[in-house]
């Protein structure tokens, strides 16, 4: 069997040859002295940091600290359970509501004097219409200007509540609908928006 490094080498004894040897007495066994166990050590143990007397005395220093930090918190999470947060967030949100709710009638007042305003050049440019493309086309006009003039009329008649129901009973009716005239309300506004800027 060959050596590896993995194995620990083998020990050879070497055989004695046979060999005529001349005759002894026979050999007496004596007994041997008890062979003595070498002293040996307890291997170190990793001891804690410091001894035993300087780590007490941090022990001791830290502990008020750490007393009077979890009174702290204590005191600070019983203030904020003891705060009634829904009677602080109502007020706020009544208030939210109500500006959101008078923006949105300035807003609702402003364009139906707008839709109003475009039903009068409609009509007004409806004669213009028939002398330049006939009476047919005056007439496409005239019933636009008819529509946006109602439009204008049924805006104002209702209020800001009322409309906001019809709105959220529209979407909910025709979700595509209503997503592809936000798409294009928002695309109008964002080309609007960039026609004002480059006029600057």
Known sequence: MADTPQTPPA??????SPAKTPKTKPATLTKA????????????TPSKPGNGAAAHG???????IKAQAEKAAKAATDKLNAVDWKAHIDPLKDQASKTAKSAAGVAK???????????????DTAG?????????????????????????????????????????????????????????????????????????
């Open 128 to 200: 213009t219409v028939d002398a330049k493309l006939g009476p047919q086309y005056g007439d496409y006009a005239r019933q636009a200007a008819e529509t946006v003039a109602g439009a204008a009329k049924t805006l104002d008649s209702k209020d800001v509540d009322q409309l906001m129901t019809e709105a959220r009973d529209f979407v909910r009716k025709s979700p595509a609908v209503a997503i592809g005239a936000a798409a294009v309300v928002g695309f109008v506004l964002m080309r609007l928006a960039k026609g004002s800027d480059e006029d600057a």
């Open 33 to 44: 002295a008890p062979v003595k166990a070498a002293a040996t050590r307890k291997a170190a």
């Open 11 to 16: 020990k050879r004894v070497k055989k004695a």
């Open 58 to 64: 941090w022990t001791a220093q830290i502990a008020p």
């Open 109 to 123: 007042d402003k364009t139906g004097s707008a839709m109003q305003s475009l039903a009068k050049l409609i009509s």
